[in-house]
């Protein structure tokens, strides 16, 4: 007996085993209910995921110094419309602050 014939004697076994055996016998997928500890799992891999995302893609991009902080330019301009208009300066207010001062030295140094 040749190879060839070995190899197509064993086809025609393993197809018959496939074709003889009833549905029952099979494994069959079962699909559980995922618990709240594997969908929290799940959850955290995804953000984590999308985070390392995100960085590769902020690494790549421009930064700006604004306030001491490094930011993207969506940031900066995010920043920048929240930004509202200040108060232009009182020097009434000003002056009031500045005798506060003052007499918080004196009363500092005379005790």
């Known amino acids: 007996m040749s ?4 190899l197509d004697n064993f086809i025609k076994q ?13 494994r069959k997928h079962v699909v559980h209910d ?3 500890q594997s969908l929290a799992r799940e959850a955290m891999a995804k953000a984590q995921e ?13 930064h700006y110094r604004l306030n001491g902080r490094c930011v ?22 000003i002056a009031y602050i500045n005798e506060l ?6 009363k500092k140094r005379s005790n």
């Open 34 to 36: 995922p618990t709240n």
């Open 72 to 93: 993207t330019e969506t940031e900066a301009y995010a920043q920048e419309q929240l930004k509202s208009e200040s108060a232009p300066a009182n020097p009434e207010r």
């Open 14 to 26: 393993r197809d018959k085993q496939s074709q003889g055996q009833s549905p029952s016998f099979k």
């Open 3 to 6: 190879f060839s014939d070995h």
């Open 50 to 62: 999308e985070a390392s995302m995100q960085a590769t893609v902020e690494t790549k991009q421009t």
């Open 101 to 106: 001062r003052k007499s918080l030295r004196l």
